[in-house]
């Protein structure tokens, strides 16, 4: 999934610095993404450390960290994917809130897709509510859908806006596939359930747990993740609001990482209620904290370090200058030995 912030260019950078400052055996140690997102951090070392926990607060990261890292294991799931692929349109609340022909003609999603979506997510609940399916089977189901969806979503990439026209990728029919981490020879990364999903905020969750490396990703700046992925909540919950305005907002959570006058108290907390020996915080030039207040929270808990690595931040006009200032970004990963 495209998401603002995702680590996915930037993961093997961030497995080597842990690897690196951490020394012992990964394989002993329990890793801590408690901002998760796609949780494509904790995904990357679910199979190397001894557990993971993953937390974010927005409930579809939910339902994807509960698919990646508490996979389904059991009989082939290719039978309900097959229904779902195989179901009519029916008009429900994205067909009505969200698609081309709705009440409120908000292009989110082509007129089929939307119903398409409305279709698959009422089964995938309907089983669960017969209990025809199992928790584990209902959230490899839901996770798949919220993939699939965003993959024919009608938007530049987040979820703040709509596009006028439906474009091409857009107008593709959705199809539903089974969505697990495999390794090169096609088996599981993750063969085990015994890893944790929460959905809280992470300064009420670090009160509550323990561990050894403790990876931070919280929102750089004023975007708030609620309102860019407002949709995908939807889809995940599927309960019924109001849409509000243009582009049929939802009621949201907004994060104190978010606001410059908060983050910072928010952020010196979350350090000191932390327990956890190595602690990681990926954030960058940009930020609402600078590198020397994070510095300055960080060092006054145990022995402190900075890795930085320079990456391109748009994707690069081949004609443009490779140098110029604007083009590039850095990205830190702050590095605190806890006392
Ligand atoms: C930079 S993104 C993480 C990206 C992630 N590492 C990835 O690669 O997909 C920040 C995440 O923090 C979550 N978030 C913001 N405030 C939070 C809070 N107070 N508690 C828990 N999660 C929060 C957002 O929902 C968002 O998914």
């Known amino acids: 999934m495209n998401y603002i912030g995702s680590k996915n260019s930037l993961s093997s950078f961030i497995r080597s610095t842990v690897q690196d400052a951490v020394g012992d055996a990964l394989s002993t140690k329990t890793f801590a993404d408690i901002f998760a997102g796609t949780g494509i951090v904790g995904r990357s070392f679910a199979p190397l450390v001894k557990s993971t926990i993953a937390n974010d607060v927005e409930y579809y990261s939910y339902v994807l960290n509960k698919n990646y890292l508490q996979p389904y294991l059991e009989n082939d799931a290719s ?21 081309e022909g709705g009440t409120a003609d908000r292009l989110y999603f082509s007129k089929e897709n939307g119903g398409k979506i409305d279709a698959i997510r009422s089964q995938i609940e309907l089983w669960k ?96 993740y609620g309102a860019n992925y407002h949709l995908l909540t939807t889809i995940a919950k599927y309960d019924t609001f109001v849409p509000k305005g243009k582009t049929g907002l939802r009621e949201y959570y907004k994060s104190a990482y978010c606001r410059k006058n908060e983050v910072l108290d928010s952020f010196s907390q979350l ?69």
Do not use: C, W
């Open 271 to 339: 350090i000191a209620d932390a327990q956890f020996k190595h602690i990681f915080l990926s954030y960058n030039n940009e930020g609402l904290m600078s590198q020397k207040e994070v510095e300055k929270v960080m060092s006054a808990h145990g022995s402190y370090q900075l890795e930085t690595k320079k990456y391109r931040r748009f994707k690069a006009d081949k004609t443009e200058n490779r140098n110029h200032k604007a083009d590039s970004t850095f990205e830190y990963l702050h590095i605190l030995e806890k006392k």
């Open 129 to 224: 509510s017969t209990s025809e399916i199992t928790d584990v089977l209902y959230f490899h189901l839901l996770a798949s859908l919220l993939e699939a969806a965003d993959k024919v979503a009608n938007t530049a990439s987040v979820y703040g806006a709509y596009l006028k026209k439906i474009k091409k990728s857009a107008q593709k029919p959705l199809q539903v596939i089974p969505m697990v981490d495999r390794n090169d020879q096609g088996e599981n990364l993750v063969t085990f359930q015994k890893n944790k999903v929460y959905h809280e905020d992470s300064n009420q969750l670090i009160k509550k747990i323990t561990g050894d490396i403790l990876y931070l990703d919280p929102p750089y700046n004023a975007r708030q």
């Open 79 to 99: 039978s309900y994917f097959d229904i779902l692929n195989n179901l009519a349109p029916k008009q429900g609340f994205i067909a009505q809130h969200y698609a």
